[in-house]
Structures are given as C-alpha cells and as structure tokens.
C-alpha cells in the first residue's frame, strides 16, 4: 500500500522559510514525475510545484516562481519543497502527490496518490 507523508510545515513570519519534504514508500516512484499542491480554507486546490523523474525538468505557477523550489532525493522516494519569502497568502495545507501512471506535465486527480497534508501558516 502506498503512503505519502508530509512533514516540514508549521508557522513562519512573513518573509521566513521552511522545507516541505515527502517521503514515499509502499511504491516505487523513481520513473514518474511528481508534485505539489495546496489548499487554504474556502479555496480550491491548486497547483504549486512539479518536477519531473529525473529533475532535469520542474515548473511552477506564477505565485510561487522564484520563491519555491522543488527537488527529490530519488533514491530516497522523497521529495522537497523548500519555501523561501514566504507570504501570508502561502497560508494552506500542503500535500504531495504522484501519479499512478506516470505523465508529463505533470496530471494528476483524485485517484492518485495524495498525501494527507500538512498544515503551513504564514503570520504578518
């Protein structure tokens, strides 16, 4: 069974820092692309960060480019956001994801595999 586990969050000031990780395991995730997203209450889940199998290839939405980096440690199946001058409007839970199969950009849906999420705040 696969599981994805977020770690890495909490609260920040604005203009801090914090890393995201995300360990994998129950699958092997080492061919597939995968990605970032996030949701803050009353908001619908949207897209943060993806990078490709071998991260020769990642991309982001204007929000957060130039702020966010997203890398993987592939033999480890964990991945990475690390999250620099942060904003109040990063406020969200963040969640992991990889897809079943494997897919370039980045598709994912509800079937793939999510992880539970984890809390960031960003205070003023």
């Known amino acids: 069974q696969v599981h994805m586990v977020e770690s890495g969050g909490g609260l920040v000031q604005a203009g801090g820092s914090l890393r995201l990780s995300c360990a994998a395991s129950?699958?092997?995730?080492?061919?597939?692309?995968m990605g970032w997203f996030r949701e803050a209450p009353g908001k619908p889940r949207e897209f943060v960060a993806a990078?490709?199998?071998?991260?020769?290839?990642?991309y982001y939405p204007e929000s957060v480019k130039g702020r966010f980096i997203i890398s993987r440690d592939t033999a480890k199946d964990t991945l990475y956001l690390q999250m620099n001058s942060l904003k109040p409007e990063d406020t969200a839970v963040y969640y992991c994801?990889?897809?079943?199969?494997?897919?370039?950009?980045?598709?994912?849906?509800?079937?793939?595999?999510w992880g539970l999420g984890i809390q960031v705040t960003v205070s003023s």
């Open positions: 129950g699958g092997s995730f080492k061919n597939v692309g």
């Open positions: 990078i490709n199998w071998d991260s020769s290839s990642s």
């Open positions: 994801v990889a897809p079943r199969k494997s897919s370039w950009p980045l598709n994912v849906g509800p079937s793939d595999y």
